[in-house]
């Protein structure tokens, strides 16, 4: 395996999730590009700079450790919203792209062997630094994304998400360095269960929670599991774990 192999891979990536994201806001009209939301409704810029805040958090955080600091990715999400919410949609927009600027030159700067340090662990809340990443460049965004397009009812919206977490998974299955990251395989969980592959999302559940059997808290609870949760299978693995 080549030296690069992880990070090309995982670069690739983000930049699916971002395409994915301007493919389902571009879909709508000015209007619904600019309407206001609320706090239980996000409107599609509300949505866009959530996912922004999240990439420019991590982003930040990256370069303060690389500064030898100990930074921190703790954020209370109804302050994101609030400090955002008048944000107009080419705000929104520009700060996107910003934010995913930043953390692709975040992760250009780094081997592959630094994306799997467990040195980062000190501020990457236990998990891998390209765990995080893939967290906050792919997993999360993919995740609101697909809930703001079935809210809509956008049938090309959620099938333009389900292919991209379907082949995310698929790439991801080929990287040895993640094959036993246990954050890594309950967010392909997620994304299985997205993309309506209940069978293969309840497998990867599976193999997170006996790597890490904390996870059945949040697996409980998790909007990203919700068609898992009433079938017995999803039950028995969050009550073995």
């Not at 930074?71 to 934010?99: C, F, G, I, K, M």
Request: aromatic content about 4%.
């Amino acid at each position: 395996m080549s030296e690069a192999r992880l990070k090309t891979t995982v670069l690739e990536l983000l930049e699916s999730a971002r395409e994915v994201e301007m493919g389902v806001v571009n879909g709508l009209s000015e209007a619904e590009r600019n309407a206001a939301g609320t706090e239980d409704q996000w409107s599609a810029k509300d949505l866009v700079a959530h996912i922004a805040t999240a990439k420019e958090r991590l982003a930040r955080a990256m370069h303060a450790a690389a500064a030898g600091q100990t930074p921190s990715l703790e954020h209370d999400e109804h302050h994101v919203y609030a400090a955002h919410q008048r944000d107009t949609w080419a705000e929104a927009r520009v700060a996107a792209e910003r934010a995913y600027t930043s953390l692709v030159e975040q992760v250009a700067t780094l081997d592959d062997a630094a994306l799997t340090d467990v040195r980062h662990r000190a501020w990457t809340r236990g998990e891998s630094l390209v765990a995080q990443v893939l967290t906050h460049g792919l997993w999360h965004p993919c995740g609101h994304l697909m809930e703001f397009a079935r809210a809509r009812g956008d049938a090309s919206g959620i099938d333009r998400v389900r292919r991209v977490l379907v082949t995310a998974t698929r790439r991801i299955e080929n990287l040895p360095e993640l094959r036993d990251d246990a954050i890594t395989l309950y967010n392909m969980a997620c994304g299985e269960a997205q993309a309506d592959q209940a069978d293969r999302a309840l497998e990867l559940l599976g193999d997170a929670l006996r790597r890490d059997p904390e996870l059945a808290e949040n697996a409980k609870d998790d909007p990203d599991l919700a068609a898992l949760r009433d079938t017995p299978a999803f039950r028995a693995l969050v009550a073995g774990a």
